[in-house]
Nanobody, 114 residues
Framework: QVQLVESGGGLVQPGGSLRLSCAAS????????MRWYRQAPGKQRELVAA???????NYADSVKGRFTISISNAKNTAYLQMNSLKPEDTAVYYC????????WGKGTLVTVPS
């Protein structure tokens, strides 16, 4: 099992930046992929970015060129560097891992006012 704790959210003006962190604990040695999801009010949760333990990444089209996902050397913390933030990035951001896809943290709220 893994436990996930997201942090780093907050209120930021359009065009600003935030860096989110996801700290994993428990059976972190089994994690092969870490992902960031987000859920905006009234919308379904969507995949934002993913990174494998080997460093391969992929991004949602809506964040390509603005967001960067990375992991710590210990492979137990994932980061999401978010630049050029837009109001449509407002959401609760969650991390998730493979193979422990059933484990979710409480999320961290990012608010970008219009």
């Amino acid at each position: 099992q893994v436990q996930l704790v997201e942090s780093g959210g907050g209120l930021v003006q359009p065009g600003g930046s935030l860096r989110l962190s996801c700290a994993a604990s428990g059976s972190v040695f089994t994690i092969n992929t870490m992902r960031w999801y987000r859920q905006a009010p009234g919308k379904q949760r969507e995949l934002v970015a993913a990174i494998t333990s080997g460093g391969n990444t992929n991004y949602a089209d809506s964040v390509k060129g603005r967001f960067t996902i990375s992991i710590s050397n210990a492979k137990n913390t994932a980061y999401l560097q978010m630049n050029s933030l837009k109001p449509e990035d407002t959401a609760v951001y969650y991390c998730n891992t493979s193979p422990h896809t059933w484990a979710w943290g409480k999320g961290t709220l990012v608010t970008v006012p219009s």
